[in-house]
């Protein structure tokens, strides 16, 4: 069976597995057939990886690279200029100098380490179009090493097959690749119609068009398939260029084109494409960054260019649930907005040492891009401590900040987002006697809270408390909370910080089995309050909002939180 791998590098798969051609299958069936491509580098940056793209082989192989370093064409069996031209030098790695040979390198390779891959540098100051040429030779494990090297040296003169090649590395100034320009027109596109964009291109070089389109400024991240905007069709003006549409795994995707100006250079090539907006598009911004890559390793010229789709359909804001580990370790789920799969398969580490706090919650729901109300803990010693978000989904929380100490009478302490209606998350906190208190939200870090305001008594009679988001449709923060014999009930929020709750109304019974609860928000994009909660057994559930303040909730369905953490190993959710 043939397998192909990905290597470092520039990435390149083998369909056929050789660089050219079909080398001849080798008596003990081994046939590996090796990847490899020109490179170009800037003087004064990061080298370039000369070793394969990407191989392709029979069932198994073992055997060496050869590679022989020259400053010019490999022709010459005298070997008269062998080595490196001036400003060019090698990083070998693992392979080894050639003992008697200058400027030839053998890597050992197999099937379990295919790569073999030597870095090639040039220093600054380095003139420009400085070329390196090299030779590139398999020789099998027991085959003639010698020969090998030979052939290495000779290459030029030989039928390129996978397993013999002619490449080159060439310096070029940054000063002479700015040369080459793009010019880009990105009209915004009406939702459920297409509109014509345009890069040009001023080539002075061969090199490689890479335009995608990414989240504008402001906008969150893409789910898998949401933005329903794509590019249908790409035309070029020029016979240099071949462009193909590239698909996109979170994003609409993209155009790559090859250009080669060639001898007649430079070219001005125009590269037209078609953007479509489904009719259900959203309102999205979307940037289109396009590259120009002649160097594998430098600064390549690029250009951005910012374009709208005109629709009446908000951009959903996507939450995230934070939940934490019997370890200490903290995980970001980023919601997706989809009601059959609500998180993302993977989860992000994003705190250690979590398990020094006895309470933990977050003060209102958080988005997938860690914008919110932040997170506030306490310690075992009763001290407060308050973690703003911070903008970044993969470090979401910042430092902590010490509230104050004396927190340990409260025996539940729940962010309840925007009770009193000033914009600013709140806190309720339950003391030993069943008194409820509601600690508003203030602008200060330091300062996170005003002095507390008493709700009322009785609340002895819940062991649980969530704060749900707005349920009713009212558009303010309403409160679940759970007896002790496992009803639920729905507290509506009023909007007044004397009186922030309103008369309770019955949910319904058997909410017992459930050890941790969390209303992260919307979940499934249909702009209400969702409801997370896993039972004793790890098993997690969502509930639906419905926007009813008698019936909040749908059926429940069971959903998965990722491949790990498990979730019978978290001990709480926020």
Not at 268 to 283: E, L, Q, R
Not at 410 to 422: A, E, F, I, P
Not at 511 to 524: A, I, K, N, R
């Amino acid at each position: 069976m043939r397998r192909t791998i990905a290597l470092g590098g520039t990435a390149a798969l083998l369909v056929a597995g050789l660089v050219s051609g079909a080398s001849t299958a080798a008596a003990d069936g081994w046939d590996p057939g090796f990847d490899i491509e020109d490179r170009v580098i800037q003087p004064g940056t990061w080298p370039a990886d000369v070793g394969p793209n990407g191989v392709s082989y029979g069932d198994s192989f073992e055997g060496t690279l050869v590679y022989a370093f020259s400053k010019a064409p490999l022709t010459d069996a005298t070997w008269a200029k062998g080595g490196f031209p001036a400003g060019m030098s090698l990083n070998a790695g693992d392979c080894q100098a050639r003992a008697g040979v200058v400027g030839v390198y053998t890597c050992p390779v197999s099937d379990e380490d295919s790569y073999g891959g030597i870095e090639v540098a040039a220093a600054e100051g380095t003139a420009n179009n400085t070329t390196l040429h090299y030779g590139f030779v398999y020789v099998p494990r027991g085959g003639d090493l010698a020969k090998a090297v030979k052939e290495a040296q000779t290459v030029d003169l030989l039928v390129e097959d996978g397993q013999h090649a002619a490449r080159t590395v060439t310096a070029k100034t940054a000063e002479h690749v700015a040369q080459n320009t793009i010019a880009l027109t990105t009209p915004a596109v009406p939702a459920g119609s297409t509109v014509t964009h345009t890069a040009t291109v001023h080539a002075v070089d061969k090199g490689t068009l890479d335009i995608n389109l990414v989240p504008g400024e402001g906008m969150r991240h893409w789910e898998e398939g949401e933005v329903q905007v794509g590019i249908t069709g790409v035309r070029q003006s020029s016979a240099t260029t071949e462009c193909d549409v590239v698909s996109g795994y979170l994003s609409p995707g993209g155009v790559q084109c090859e250009i080669d100006p060639g001898t007649d250079g430079p070219v001005d090539v125009t590269v037209s494409y078609t953007v479509k907006a489904s009719p259900y598009a959203a309102a999205w911004a979307i940037d289109t960054v396009a590259e120009y890559r002649v160097f594998d390793a430098g600064d390549n010229p690029m250009a951005q260019s910012a374009f709208s789709v005109q629709s009446s359909r908000p951009v959903p804001t996507h939450y995230a649930m934070i939940s934490r580990d019997k370890s200490g370790l903290l995980h970001w789920h980023h919601g997706t907005g989809s009601a059959t799969q609500p998180f993302r398969e993977w989860t992000e580490t994003v705190g250690r040492g979590w398990g020094i706090y006895n309470a933990v919650t977050k003060l209102a729901p958080i988005t997938s891009e860690a914008a919110g109300g932040g997170v506030v803990a306490r310690d075992t010693s009763g001290v407060l401590w308050s973690y703003r978000t911070t903008g970044s989904s993969y470090e979401p929380l910042s430092a902590r900040v010490r509230v104050g100490s004396g927190w340990g009478i409260y025996n539940q302490l729940v962010g309840v987002g925007d009770v009193s209606g000033d914009g600013r998350p709140d806190m309720i906190a339950r003391d030993a006697s069943g008194v409820l208190w509601l600690y508003k939200g203030t602008t200060s870090t330091t300062a996170p809270f005003a002095t507390r305001v008493r709700v009322g008594g009785g609340w002895g009679i819940y062991n649980q408390f969530t704060g749900a988001g707005d349920l009713n449709g009212d558009g303010r923060a309403d409160l679940i909370a759970r007896d002790t014999a496992g009803v639920l009930w729905l507290y509506p929020a009023t909007g007044r910080a004397d009186v922030p709750y309103g008369t309770r109304v019955r949910v319904g019974s058997g909410w017992h089995g459930y050890s941790l609860v969390s209303s992260p928000g919307d979940l499934t994009d249909d702009g209400r309050a969702d409801l997370v909660a896993r039972d004793g057994a790890g098993n997690v559930y969502l509930y639906k909002g419905t926007g009813s303040g008698t019936a909040p909730y749908a059926a429940r369905v069971r959903i998965s939180l990722g491949e790990s953490p498990s979730a019978s190993s978290l001990n709480a959710l926020f």
